[in-house]
């Protein structure tokens, strides 16, 4: 067993375990928190396979704005020890159902598949290629999705202000 | 950079000026806000009218973002229909408990539609999915709007989480198909061709993602719930611009990209154009809330325009665009009534039209018109449309489906007597008031009717986007 | 000769609509009348002359050829397959747009005193020139597609004319039930075009007619559930007939249909809409009679069946304008009967001829008989025949040209309903012997109800009326005057030297073997309608006293004839008519019900699955992609 | 390091597609509007696992999943922030954020 392979199965195995947790456990604080695990376990698989500018924007973005935000309106909404309901049986049942159901579909289609990987030279993952790319407008450029994002936060943030804000009536 | 690349994405742009308008706009004080609607509505016909000067077919930022012919009509049916849309709106924006909506409704509305352009103008998955997003995420906002109703609450919640589940298994999908051809651009997946299953697998949940749009079933639970709660300008708009960016997208991916494969997506799109048109139907029979109604009318008429995709030819898509344009106007004229009586009286149900030919006798013309046209009764155009659908299924030799088809038409024609009898037959003792159509409200509607006598006969309309292809 | 002005017979009417539509309300009623009717008296004249011309010049050794007066390609799908907008005229066509015409003409002028202070009286004429256009539209079609287009138009307007009293529940029922059962029809015709046209590669009537065409020289071979693909779009497209010519079982619509203004029916139900079915038969009668004869063998026995029916339940009816819509069925049933047993080119053709020869001279008298019926609901503002009696004496005019319909239709010589007829039974007899005796049986039970309904109205007890009926005006009893002289002079037009399924003429003459036992069977139906009817007795009502009455009869001296008329009257009324009337209400008419209901119970079944739960919806979705996965990948 | 020797392809698929069906079933179980969008949350992550995977297993020469992998994020932010303040909203109308008790709108 080497240094990686055991690494891997760590995070592989926090990653099933904590969501799994989060999905099933019934205090909502805590699920919130296995969620955060869960997202940083992910944020090390990133690392490892080297991208390692993702991996920062992951805990950044998910572990230090969404998990907060999603806490945040946790208290906002619920009591901090209250339980959740237990899902219905027949809920519970269809959704393993489908669970399963597609895993099996997924699983016995990918799995069989034969991937092809590309010949052509690695490009090396460092901060000075993605920035260049990011900011790029020929090809493999992505400055034309980076502006349009800024325009999706734009209008999420005048909606979201517009929704949240309580009528003055 | 240049002048050329800032002329090809001059749509977009304006977009972009009409947005910054609108936060600027919001600061004025609060008497002067219904002045916005003016000058947004007048930019706005500027800027629709500026998407019909000619251009160059072109391709930007290492490709994408693509510019054509036909992707300049598609977003120009977009932008007439939103034209409408916004034309409808303006008495109800100007309504006093809604004066503090405006900059924030035309704000979330133009961002929309610029997701909408970017779906259309895509070169590249991932501008596609931001496109999608785009047009998703402030829709959400929009739905729910009327803030002091529960019902769009309950929309908007209803919309967002729905629609979240299927872009992510839109997302899986993608990145199954990552996998298999290794490049996100459509240029070069469109070379490429790849018979496993395992990009069966990827091609049918990217489908998806988009049927839920086009709410195809069984992905269309969310479309009556969310065209009930929303502000009645806000589900025209879902069910005529949405609907149309997301049949546009698909067209253009499915016969531009996907056509090798174009085996596997006829047979998925066969199964479930057979179960829209049925069960929307099925469900429109029985629908008393005017909103519901259309809701289902529009799921079966979504049903009917996968019968252009069946045709993997120009035909096909020619049909596709030409059904869509019919099928915005027919449904827009029917919401313009419908927002008008909605906000006079907030009447809603099918009943409260009871005798509306005696209070409203040219509302009640332009209704009958339109609810002709969808039911697809000649001369109107949505006859036309319907006809052309069929023609490129049979041509297709796919005669049972027609069949089905055109089954669901007699059916559909049912219900539509249904709203036409109570307009004009029913009595009804406290009937709608004779209602005042605004200016802007006139235009919407000459607009309409003018496409829905005329694009049936306008042949040369149909050849020029048949030379598009 | 340049026949460019043909546009104007379908562009004519087409503007009468625009104008009276659009200034309806700032017209007098009686200026859009007037307006109305000298814009049709145009097109009429404009109609005669083109049949003038057509027929008088156009005629060579090789017969009537085809002249496209105007063309416009409309759309082109592909190189071949392309729709086009223009006018076609040919013997068919030509003959259909004098009928058109000179009915919608006598219509016009009619309804100008029938339907005099009617509210809505300009709406009411923009109607018809809708309907006028539509249906010129209809028969001067280049293809058939542009036919499928006007008939759909033809369809519309009759809603809106059958509906037009729309005040009146009844008469929405009735325009909505038309127009529904009509389009369920339309349906098959629909499928039936599309199916046609693809594997022809055409749209165009004189392609797809021509001898060397694919649909007739090379028809495809492609089997469907044992039937190959031309008999299959054939019969849809038949059914599409069968819808607008009532056609068992899709005639419901039209005994309802009689909810709408008399002269509207006069129009609609007698005369134009309703031979459309038969029209359309004969416009692709080569493709039926050479390339699909099993489908021509089909329509002919609907044909068959359904004029005997209608006429069986013709004789129960009290209302005249319902005894006039079964007696309808019944002859467009003949009509029917007459293309089914043709075959194709010369004397073959003969049933061809005769159809189109009895389309013809039944616009007039159906007319007629529509137009006297309303001129005598009219006097005494009733539709039932209990209403009626002794009328001869106080409406002269109405009772002389509703005898001459009447003596028509029953097939008396030397009027035009006897020439038709006798053609029609010519052919069947040639043919098929069963469909021949049933239709020589119809002609006696056809002359049995509409002197049944004639002595009703004429003759019979005279009832108290509130007021003393009298004769209609003037503009009302011309066009009775005028449709009579129709009726009895069309018999006498050379049909088999006009309009004939090749083009050519040919030869024929009166058969008396048939004629003869034809006219002996009209003239018992009379007989027996006028011992019946004639005069008021009890003849009827002791029949069915029953076993009380027995003794007495036992020593009447009509015992025999009691005797006749217990078998005739109350066997035939109560066993036969009556169930059949029974079975049209309730079963054919149920069945249609059946179906709406069914769909209704299916709309109830999943109305469950739309909960108002947001996680049932995504479970649905989420289900629905893998399960669509799982179909096309390994169920596939 | 080279992953490729010492963990195969397959292995980040399958935890993928594991994690994207807990995910869905997060969001068919749990009645609770919050804890339907953790379950949103979960899906994404799965994907952008895939994304990253193949980006670095197949197609090391350019950065097109990582890139996507990068939008989804964002937009993922954007989604979650708009789903807090929906949800806000209904807490408000409805004094819940049981899904159960938002279904006012039906058949």
């Known amino acids: ?169 | 950079m240049n002048w050329d690349t800032l002329y090809i994405l001059r749509q977009e742009i304006l977009l972009t000026v009409l947005i910054l308008i609108q936060l600027i706009g919001d600061l004025s004080e609060d008497e002067k806000r219904s002045r916005i609607i003016h000058v947004t509505l007048s930019s706005f016909l500027l800027f629709t009218l500026v998407g019909f000067l000619p251009g160059e077919p072109a391709s930007l930022f290492g490709g994408m973002y693509v510019s054509d012919d036909l992707r300049t009509l598609l977003k120009n049916i977009l932008s007439i229909s939103t034209l409408i849309i916004l034309l409808q709106s303006s008495s109800w924006l100007q309504q006093p408990s809604n004066q503090t909506k405006i900059g924030a409704f035309y704000l979330s509305l133009f961002s929309t539609l610029m997701g909408m352009y970017f779906m259309i103008a895509a070169g590249n998955f991932l501008m596609l999915y931001l496109g999608l997003e785009l047009a998703t995420l402030p829709l959400t906002l929009l739905a729910a709007f009327d803030k002091q109703l529960r019902r769009s609450a309950e929309a908007g919640v209803k919309l967002l989480m729905s629609s979240a589940v299927s872009s992510a298994i839109l997302l899986f999908g993608l990145s199954l198909i990552y996998g298999v051809y290794g490049t996100f651009y459509f240029t070069e997946l469109s070379v490429l061709n790849d018979s496993s299953y395992l990009s069966i697998l990827a091609l049918i949940f990217f489908i998806s993602g988009l049927a839920f749009k086009l709410s195809l079933v069984p992905f269309h639970l969310w479309t009556a719930d969310v065209y009930e709660g929303a502000p009645l300008s806000v589900t025209s708009y879902f069910s005529v611009v949405s609907k149309g960016a997301a049949l546009f997208t698909l067209m253009l991916v499915l016969f531009r990209v996907f056509a090798l494969q174009h085996a596997t997506w006829t047979l998925a799109l066969y199964i479930l154009a057979i179960s829209t048109m049925t069960v929307g139907n099925l469900f429109a029979l029985r629908q008393k809330n005017m909103k519901r109604f259309l809701a289902f009318s529009s799921i079966t008429q979504a049903g009917f325009m996968m019968l252009g995709f069946m045709n993997v030819g120009s035909l096909g898509m020619t049909t596709l665009v030409y059904f869509m344009l019919i099928y915005a106007l027919s449904n827009l004229a029917i919401f313009g009534v419908l927002s008008m009586v909605s906000n006079a009286t907030g009447k809603e149900s099918m009943d409260d039209f009871n005798g509306f030919y005696k209070t409203n006798p040219g509302l009640s013309l332009i209704m009958l018109v339109s609810l002709f046209s969808l039911a697809g009764i000649p001369p109107v155009a949505g006859f036309f449309g319907k006809f052309f659908l069929f023609t490129a299924a049979a041509s297709s030799g796919m005669y049972i489906l027609v069949l089905i088809a055109v089954l669901n038409a007699t059916i559909s024609l049912y219900y539509y007597l249904l709203v036409v009898k109570a307009m004009f037959i029913n009595t009804n003792d406290t009937p709608i008031p004779t209602l005042h159509t605004t200016s802007y409200e006139k235009a919407a509607f000459v607009l309409c009717l003018m496409g829905i006598a005329g694009i049936g006969f306008m042949s040369s309309l149909y050849d020029y986007i048949q030379g598009l292809m | 000769m340049d026949y460019s002005f043909t546009l104007l017979i379908v562009l004519l009417p087409l503007a009468g609509f625009v104008l009276l539509g659009l200034f309806h309300d700032r017209l007098k009623p009686m200026v859009a009348g007037t307006l109305g009717t000298l814009n049709l008296l145009v097109i009429t004249l404009f109609s005669y002359y083109t049949a003038f011309h057509y027929f008088t010049q156009g005629n060579s050794e090789s017969g009537y050829t085809a002249i496209k007066a105007f063309n416009l390609l409309w759309l082109s799908f592909t190189e071949s397959l392309q729709i086009q907008l223009g006018i076609l005229l040919d013997p068919l066509s030509v003959m259909m747009l004098v009928v058109i015409t000179t009915v919608s003409l006598m219509v016009h002028i009619y309804s100008l005193g029938y339907m005099k202070g009617e509210k809505g009286f300009q709406r009411y004429y923009a109607f018809l020139s809708l309907f006028t256009f539509s249906m010129l539209g209809l028969v001067v079609a280049t293809n058939i597609f542009q036919m499928y287009i006007f008939w759909e138009l033809v369809g519309v307007s009759s809603y809106l004319l059958i509906g037009f009293y729309y005040e009146r529940p009844s008469a929405v029922a009735a325009s909505k039930k038309a127009f529904i059962v009509t389009r369920f029809a339309d349906l098959g015709f629909l499928l039936g075009i599309l199916l046609l046209s693809f594997y022809t590669n055409t749209f165009d009537f004189t392609t797809l007619t021509s001898m060397d065409g694919v649909a007739i020289s090379s028809p495809p071979a492609a089997l469907f559930l044992g039937m190959s693909v031309t008999t299959w779009a054939m019969l849809l497209i038949f059914m599409g007939g069968a819808g607008k010519s009532a056609m068992f079982p899709l005639h419901i619509w039209l005994p309802d249909a009689m909810e709408g203004p008399t002269p509207v029916s006069a129009l609609i139900h007698a005369a134009t809409m309703v031979v459309a079915g038969v029209y359309l038969v004969a416009r692709l009668f080569p493709v039926y009679a050479l390339s699909s004869p099993d489908s021509l063998e089909v329509i002919a026995y609907v044909g068959s069946f359904t004029s005997l029916f209608a006429a069986i339940i013709a004789c129960t009816q009290l209302d005249i304008k319902r005894v006039l819509a079964f007696s309808t069925l019944s002859q467009i049933g003949y009509m029917m009967v007459a293309l089914g047993v043709s075959g194709y080119g010369g004397e073959e053709g003969l049933g061809y001829m005769a159809a189109l020869f009895h389309l013809f001279t039944h616009a007039f008298f159906k007319a007629l008989l529509f137009l006297g019926a309303g001129s005598v609901i009219h006097a005494v503002h009733s539709n039932l025949m209990t209403d009626m009696g002794g009328l001869r004496k106080f409406m002269p005019i109405t009772h002389i040209t509703f005898l001459i319909a009447c003596l028509t239709i029953a097939g008396i010589p030397p009027l035009s309903g006897f020439f038709s007829k006798d053609e029609i039974l010519v052919a069947a007899y040639e043919h098929n012997k069963i469909i021949f005796v049933v239709q020589w049986l119809v002609a006696g039970i056809t002359a049995f109800y509409m002197f049944r309904l004639y002595f009703n109205i004429f003759w019979n007890r005279t009832p108290h009326f509130h007021h003393t009926p009298h004769e209609s005006p003037a503009l009302m009893t011309f066009p009775l005057i005028f449709l009579a002289i129709a009726s009895v002079l069309a018999g006498f037009v050379p049909f088999h030297a006009l309009v004939t399924s090749d083009g050519k003429a040919f030869h024929t003459e009166l058969h008396w073997m048939i004629a003869i036992p034809s006219v002996l069977i009209a003239v018992v139906g009379i007989g027996v309608a006028a011992w019946f009817y004639l005069k008021q007795n009890i003849l009827p009502e002791k029949v069915t006293h029953g076993v009380k009455g027995m003794y007495t009869l036992v020593y009447h001296k009509f015992y025999i004839d009691e005797l006749y008329l217990f078998l005739t009257h109350k066997v035939i009324f109560n066993f036969i008519s009556r169930p059949v009337a029974w079975f049209d209400r309730h079963i054919v008419d149920g069945t249609m019900n059946l179906i709406g209901d069914t769909t209704v119970y299916g709309s109830n079944l999943i109305k469950k699955m739309q909960s108002g739960h947001m996680q049932w919806y995504i479970w649905f979705f989420t289900s629905g992609v893998l399960l669509l996965a799982f179909l096309l990948l390994y169920l596939n | 390091m080279n992953l490729q020797a010492e963990i195969p392809l397959h292995y980040m698929i399958v935890l993928s597609t594991l994690l994207f069906f807990i995910g869905l079933v997060g969001v068919l179980i749990r009645r609770n509007l919050i804890t339907m969008l953790m379950g949103i949350e979960l899906m994404l992550n799965a994907v952008n696992i895939n994304f990253v995977a193949f980006n670095h297993y197949l197609y090391p020469h350019r950065f097109e999943g990582h890139f996507f992998a990068l939008i989804v994020m964002a937009i993922a932010a954007a989604e979650a922030a708009i789903a807090i303040a929906l949800i806000i909203n209904i807490y408000r109308k409805f004094s819940t954020v049981n899904v159960d008790d938002v279904d006012e709108l039906k058949y």
Request: aromatic share 12%.
């Open chain 1, 1 to 169: 067993m080497t240094g990686p392979k055991i690494i891997f199965y760590i995070l592989a195995f926090s990653t099933i375990l904590f969501s799994l947790l989060s999905v099933f456990d019934r205090r909502i604080l805590r699920a919130a928190i296995y969620l955060l695990f869960v997202l940083v376990a992910i944020a090390g698989l990133f690392y490892m396979m080297n991208f390692q500018f993702l991996a920062a924007v992951q805990l950044m973005l998910y572990a230090g704005g969404i998990v907060v935000l999603i806490i945040f309106s946790i208290l906002l909404t619920s009591q901090i020890n209250s339980k959740l309901d237990a899902p219905k049986l027949m809920q519970l049942l269809a959704a393993s159902f489908t669970a399963l159901f597609g895993i099996g579909i997924s699983l016995y289609t990918i799995l069989p598949y034969v991937f092809k990987p590309s010949a052509a030279p690695t490009l090396e993952v460092n901060m000075r290629n993605i920035g260049l790319q990011l900011l790029n407008t020929g090809e493999q450029g992505y400055v034309l999705p980076f502006e349009v994002i800024s325009i999706l936060l734009l209008a999420a943030l005048v909606g979201i202000i517009f929704i949240a804000k309580r009528s003055r009536t």
